[in-house]
Structure formats: structure tokens, C-alpha cells
């Protein structure tokens, strides 16, 4: 189901909206409905890795900030002296 809503945006945005929208030969709400589903897929997929993240804390899967460093510092040294 497709739902009709109003947004307001500034005249400059309208502005470069219409001439991005001419140049790709689409209309504006076109363009409009893509940038807002590309948004809520981005925001799903933060809120997923969020309830991930939680979820991982909740069970002990976590890694000190000390450990990882310790890591990066070894794989830095490791790599200036090579193989």
C-alpha cells in the first residue's frame, strides 16, 4: 500500500530536488520515496545491530578496550617488521 504524505523542505532544496530529478528524468516524489526507503532499510538495519550488540553484552560476548588495543598494537608492530 502506498501512502501520500507532505514534507516540507527549503526552497534551495526543491531547487536542486527538481533539477536532480529533471536530469535523471523521474519525478521529484520518486526521487523523494527512494531517499525515504533507502533511509528506514538504513535505520532497520542499525536497529538491528543494536538489539545484536545488547544482546551480546547481555551474554558475556564482550572484548575490553584494553584487549583490543593490545591487538591492534601487536598486528601495528607485527606488520613494521613484516613476515
Same mark, same amino acid.
Given at each position: 500500500?502506498?501512502?501520500?504524505?507532505? !514534507? $516540507? &523542505?527549503?526552497d534551495a532544496d526543491r531547487t536542486d530536488l527538481e533539477a536532480?530529478?529533471?536530469?535523471?528524468? !523521474? $519525478? &521529484?516524489?520518486?526521487?523523494?520515496a527512494e531517499a525515504v526507503a533507502i533511509y528506514v532499510q538504513d535505520q532497520r538495519e542499525i536497529i538491528a545491530a543494536v538489539a545484536e550488540a545488547r544482546a551480546d553484552i547481555a551474554a558475556g560476548r564482550v572484548t575490553s578496550h584494553e584487549d583490543v588495543a593490545a591487538e591492534f598494537e601487536a598486528?601495528?608492530?607485527?606488520?613494521?617488521?613484516g613476515p
Open positions: 500500500m502506498t501512502v501520500h504524505i507532505s !514534507v $516540507p &523542505v527549503e536532480w530529478a529533471q536530469t535523471r528524468g !523521474v $519525478p &521529484v516524489g520518486s526521487m523523494v598486528r601495528r608492530a607485527a606488520a613494521q617488521t
